[in-house]
């Protein structure tokens, strides 16, 4: 029996400034991947779009370590996967492209084997792969997500976002792991930016939930791991600066980075796009823009 499913997975913006592997947003660009489970022995994976020449299309692709996390997960043995990924979310720039690969070939398996999992346990499988769940919690709950762990699961809390808000993202031209983002990252940090952070980040969550889009400027600030990749994203503050001088109500690193990212009103944003893309090119940064909405779906079968 051949069964055939074609899951739609937005990007997403993680931290958000201060919630550090905690707060995470679904955003509208997306990749979609094709999973076909047959008799017909054989493994086949085909890359389009987004960073193809980069992404391995072996057993080492993470989509399909996520195809076949489900399919142990499930007990099915399938002789025939192939797999077809279209990808419109750049590769490595902090927004999300390896969480949509693995949130697609979860969701992607789960539905060819009958849906037997919920949301909730693709979260875990999810975060296993990733390693962290504030990325693949928005790709597979879409909005905005609160992850944590308890007693090793991870977790999360969604809501909607306020209603107007637009995020405007600096995309480089130049890639950045996030294993080399954590790497600059200190192993202890002073007691005063600790607190800093947790002042920033419920604060943040706390203007999010109450559409103080107002309170941005402040809870998007950031200790804990903004001042030490500063160094990895040349021009980093000038081209936040630059957002807020053009209307921006806070800006932040996306993700690991190096994508900077704005949150705005839908009116000021192509002139904060414009804006970040200069302010990038004076620090020899070529740079595109892109001007997204908050996904409120989720990953979605199509
Ligand atoms: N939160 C991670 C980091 C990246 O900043 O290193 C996204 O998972």
Not at 89 to 97: E, F, N, T
Not at 188 to 198: E, Q
């Amino acid at each position: 029996m051949e069964s055939t499913v074609t899951v739609r997975v937005p990007g997403t913006t993680a931290n958000c400034g201060p919630g550090f592997d905690t707060v995470g947003i679904a955003c509208t660009i997306y990749n979609d991947l094709t999973l076909t489970l047959s008799e017909k022995p054989g493994f086949t994976l085909a890359v389009t779009g987004e960073g193809a020449d980069g992404i391995p299309n072996n057993e080492r692709n993470i989509a399909y370590q996520a195809v076949s996390a489900v399919l142990n997960k499930v007990g099915v043995t399938s002789p025939g996967i192939t797999i077809a990924m279209h990808n419109n979310i750049p590769l490595a720039r902090g927004l999300g492209s390896s969480a949509a690969a693995i949130v697609g070939g979860l969701v992607a398996a789960n539905a060819a084997t009958g849906g037997k999992l919920g949301k909730d346990e693709l979260l875990v499988l999810a975060t296993a792969l990733e390693g962290h769940p504030d990325n693949v919690a928005p790709a597979i709950f879409g909005g905005i997500t609160v992850s944590f762990t308890a007693g090793g699961t991870p977790e999360t809390l969604r809501f909607n976002p306020p209603d107007p808000l637009r995020l405007v993202v600096a995309v480089p031209d130049f890639g950045l792991s996030t294993k080399a983002a954590r790497q600059v990252l200190p192993k202890t940090v002073p007691y005063a930016d600790a607190v800093f952070n947790v002042s920033r980040a419920a604060l943040l969550v706390g203007a999010l939930c109450q559409g103080r889009l107002d309170l941005l400027r402040f809870a998007l600030e950031d200790r804990l791991h903004q001042p030490y990749r500063a160094k990895l994203i040349p021009g980093m503050d000038e081209v936040l600066a630059a957002a807020q001088a053009n209307g921006a109500l806070g800006a932040a690193i996306s993700g690991a980075g190096p994508c900077l990212i704005a949150f705005a009103h839908r009116e000021t944003s192509a002139a904060i796009g414009g804006a970040m893309v200069a302010a990038f090119a004076r620090h020899g940064v070529k740079a595109a823009s892109l001007d997204l909405d908050v996904d409120n779906h989720g990953a979605k079968i199509i």
